[in-house]
């Protein structure tokens, strides 16, 4: 199938600026050319396509989504044996949104393989996904890593079982070996198929918020080894200046929410590192509108690691360092949303501020780098040829060149004049094909709306839920239920 792209502005993220006056010629799936329309070949039977007024620029990527996180107790029981329709769901929504290539940094490996692969052979339509599987070091859902609260409460049949589709045996046992062992370990797992390497540089969360180191230096550098000895690109998830600076001094390709350290900001050296070792940053920033209501809901604690995070985040823009849109994007259901523990927290920000939206997300990010100084170039960068870059894809995808996957965007409004025309999408075009956005998602689940309520709910009344509180402890009774 040929199809010609004609009266748009190009923004190719090679120029330094828009380009008008110029088609782009896509063929079985490719760009074939990008010149003046009479100026080129046109086979016959190709279809044109007529954006005038429009621009055009290249796919749009996310170096950090996690197409299954809503990895809460229930939604693993409810959908136990459909966790691939779920990362479906979720790639389709990423589609639609105009990333046509993410890549998963955390999930089921086994699930996220098979529907990769179903979406390369063009069986099932949605982003492109290249997936790490586990995180190295991490344990599972149901484990003090993430959730520690059910072990206990689900059987232990079915929570080491959630844990092993997760870990495998690549989880925080490796902590306990040698870098020769660990090394081992690391290249069995990845003899599995998958298709980088993240490992983890600091712990996850925990008492001490992350400040725990995970592997050694020698380990660290063990486990980049074997990534690149497999032809892969490494990276860690790091949340301290010395986590982030061990993963950038082992050779990482990129480190994950680098701008996250703690209450601590990152020392210049450790800046400066970035641009001397060819490391990508990865920036996790919110809006300063974003930044005004979360401070409402969080502690002081969570503040002060915050009020350093968009530090380091100007910082980094400032550094040289070549940085990476991500944003932690996944969906999470409806009833999960109205949670306290997701209300109180970045997660439950408004979806207009809401940085870890997989639908909405990534425009969050564009305008929150906005304000804290990226050019608008930079920007498209950021979305498009840096991660190409950082993942060693970008023979083929980053850029809009001869030669390379044909993925667009085509935009309403210029995004070079204001980062919130990223918003305005019109079209998008993958592997040289429109995307019926409308059509999306075929099946949905996580995002389809709550069921109305049981008859029976009309009639519930709550022990507890109203009028004047009950006489007892108050370390006993609060009245939540």
């Not at 088609?23 to 016959?44: F, K, Y």
């Not at 409308?438 to 995002?447: F, G, H, I, S, Y």
Request: glycine content about 10%; overall charge negative; charged content about 25%.
């Amino acid at each position: 199938m040929s199809l010609l792209l004609t009266g748009a502005t190009v923004i190719d993220g090679v120029a330094d600026k828009g380009i008008d006056g110029r088609a782009i010629l896509i063929e079985n799936g490719r760009i074939t050319a990008i010149d003046r329309p009479d100026a080129l070949t046109v086979p016959a039977g190709t279809e044109t396509l007529d954006y005038s007024g429009k621009f055009l620029i290249p796919g749009l990527m996310n170096a950090n989504v996690h197409l299954l996180v809503n990895v809460m107790l229930e939604t693993l029981v409810r959908y136990e044996g459909r966790y691939e329709d779920l990362i479906a769901e979720a790639a389709q929504v990423a589609l639609k949104g105009g990333m046509t290539t993410v890549f998963d940094t955390w999930g089921p490996r086994r699930a996220l393989m098979a529907v990769r692969d179903r979406i390369d052979r063009g069986e099932t339509p949605g982003s492109r996904i290249r997936c790490a599987g586990n995180i190295v070091g991490f344990d599972g859902p149901f484990s003090d890593d993430f959730d520690k609260r059910i072990p206990g409460v689900g059987s232990s049949h079915f929570v080491d079982r959630i844990n092993a589709t997760w870990v495998e045996n690549v989880g925080r046992h490796l902590m306990w070996l040698t870098p020769d062992e660990v090394g081992k370990e690391v290249r069995a797992y990845l003899e599995r198929g998958v298709d980088f390497v993240k490992y983890a540089s600091n712990e996850h969360g925990g008492a001490s918020a992350g400040a725990f180191i995970a592997f050694s230096e020698r380990t660290q550098r063990v486990i980049v080894e074997e990534a690149h000895r497999a032809g892969l690109t490494a990276q860690a998830h790091t949340s301290s200046v010395e986590g982030l600076r061990m993963a950038i001094e082992a050779g990482c390709d990129l480190v994950q929410h680098a701008n996250t350290t703690g209450p601590t900001e990152i020392p210049r050296e450790t800046l400066e590192l970035f641009a001397e070792k060819n490391c990508g940053a990865v920036i996790f920033p919110l809006t300063d509108n974003g930044f005004k209501i979360l401070k409402e809901s969080i502690s002081d604690p969570e503040w002060t690691i915050w009020k350093a995070s968009d530090v380091n985040a100007r910082n980094l823009v400032d550094s040289g360092a070549s940085i990476l849109l991500a944003n932690d994007g996944g969906i999470l259901a409806p009833e999960v949303m109205s949670e306290p523990m997701v209300k109180g927290t970045w997660n439950g920000l408004p979806e207009e501020e809401g940085l870890n939206r997989l639908a909405t997300g990534h425009f969050v990010w564009l305008r929150a780098m906005e304000e804290k100084g990226m050019s608008p170039m930079a920007l498209l960068h950021a979305a498009t040829r840096n991660i190409a870059r950082a993942y060693h894809v970008d023979d083929d995808l980053g850029t809009l060149e001869a030669g390379k996957i044909a993925d667009v965007v085509v935009l309403d409004q210029d995004p070079l004049k204001g980062a919130k025309n990223y918003q305005s999408v019109h079209a998008v075009i993958k592997d040289g094909a429109v995307v019926d956005r409308d059509a999306l998602p075929e099946q949905p689940l996580l995002t389809a709306d709550l069921p109305p309520a049981l008859e029976e709910e009309t009639h519930y009344k709550r022990a507890l839920h109203h009028g004047a509180r009950l006489p007892g402890c108050p370390s006993c009774l609060n009245g939540s239920h």
